[in-house]
Each structure stands twice: as structure tokens, then as C-alpha cells.
């Protein structure tokens, strides 16, 4: 009778003992989940914007990771990282991210192409739209044009240099309008400050109270790759490579597309 007794209570205790160790295994097994998702931090220019946002919670959710993200014009980006702000994934035109890698903020080699737009031309809701259809038709358009909208970032130092070589700079220097970094050309076109506006196609032609007119006549058009680059002591560099991956993979290359981007 002792020794059936002693026989239950060792396979009482050794199943006690199971739980206990299965109990802690289930712990450390959600502890390292835990531990293992990474808050990415991102900073970022516009062009990409939307169709980052809807990549990104797909990312998320498929990750557990989290991406923490700023969006600002192309000046306060580089105004950011030159004052040492700490990100782990930097996101702008492709020239700019290789400047970033001369001047050591970005590691070498780190640089992934996303997607490259050309420049766009919008007017408000409702306005005639102008004849853009051609390099000289284009150029009547722009001397017609009241007031002209473009921006700080690359589509804005293009159509600049685009105005002096169909020779009307000096014809429209007074009707010029330039938004400050971070603000959308659309946002000055749709409140009619500006007549007509100049920006690259994925910002402008799905911006609300504009309407879009269509992209710049091919030969004086430019296209603008933009890209990725890991910032220099990243804390979290792998997450920000997988992100990067995620972002470029056949999968998303419709969230692009339909912004009026080429994927990279």
C-alpha cells in the first residue's frame, strides 16, 4: 500500500514538475517574441508617402515589428539628421542618399532603389485645364499662368532649371510661389493661391481639391529615383533592412504603380 502510495506521489510531483517546465518555456518563448519585435525608425520625404503608409501596416503585421516614421520635405530632412537626430532607415531622393554616404550618415552599400516618378503639372478642382501637351504648348501655358506653384524638393530645383531653358524665367519671376520644405504644392493649388503647380506626379496627382493635368511633355520631363539607405549606427539595422525588402518586393510594386511611380 506504501509503495502504490509513493507511486502517486511521484507521478503527481513529476507531472507538477512538466507543467512548471512547459509553463516556462511558453515564458521565455513570448519574452524572446517580445524582445525580438523592433521599433523602426524612419524618416522620410513625401514622394513615397502613399504608398509607404499602405506597405507599412502590412509590414507590421506581418512582422510584429513596429515602424515609427516622419514625413517632411527634403531641406528639414537633411536640417534633422545634420542636428544628430537618431533614425535607423533614411528615405529620399537617390542623389541625396549618396551625398549621405560621402558625408558618412549613411552606410555604404545600404542604398535600395524604391521607385522613381517624373514631374507632374495640377490646377484646382474644376479649372480649364491648361495645354501641356507639348514642350511649346507647355511654355504657353506656364507665361498664361497667374501665379506658379513648385516646391523645395527636387521636382521644384528641376522646373526651375526647366523655366530657364524654355526662356521664361525671367518672364514669370513674379508669379513664382514656392512652398515651404514639407508643404505639398497641391495644398496651394487647391487653396488657389497658386494657379497652377509643378510637383512630382505621386505627390500631386491624387491630392485632394486638385486636378490633375498629367505629366510633363517626355522631352523636357525628368524622372527621380528614389531611395533607401540605413543610417549610420542604427539601433535597430535588420529591422529597417527587412522593411526595405518588404517595400521592394513584386507584392508591393502595385502600391507604387498606382501613385504614378515606376518600382525601382
Known sequence: MNDETNKGEDTV??????????????????????????????????????????????????TGNKVTTIFTGTLDANK???????????????????????????????????????????????????DISTTEALKKSILAAKSIGYSTGPSGVYVISLFQRLGVA?????????????VFVGSIIASGEAEIGFQQVSELSHFAGVDYVG????????????????IGGAKEADGAKALVKFITGPAAAAAFKKRGMEPG
Open 215 to 230: 505629366p510633363l511633355p517626355s522631352d523636357v520631363q525628368q524622372f527621380t529615383m528614389f531611395s533607401s539607405g540605413i
Open 170 to 182: 525671367d518672364d514669370i519671376k513674379g508669379k513664382l510661389k514656392q512652398t515651404p520644405t514639407g
Open 80 to 130: 534633422r539628421l545634420a542636428a544628430g537626430e537618431s533614425y535607423d532607415l533614411l528615405i529620399m531622393a537617390a542623389s541625396a542618399i549618396d551625398e549621405h554616404i560621402k558625408g558618412g550618415k549613411v552606410v555604404p552599400g545600404s542604398r535600395v532603389d524604391l521607385a522613381k516618378s517624373g514631374v507632374g503639372v495640377g490646377v484646382k478642382s474644376g479649372a480649364p485645364k491648361p
Open 13 to 62: 510531483d513529476h507531472k507538477l514538475k512538466l507543467a512548471a517546465a512547459i509553463g516556462a518555456a511558453a515564458i521565455l518563448t513570448i519574452t524572446s517574441v517580445t524582445t525580438y519585435a523592433a521599433e523602426i525608425k524612419v524618416l522620410s520625404t513625401q514622394a513615397t508617402e502613399e504608398a509607404y503608409r499602405e506597405l507599412v501596416p502590412e509590414f507590421e503585421k506581418a
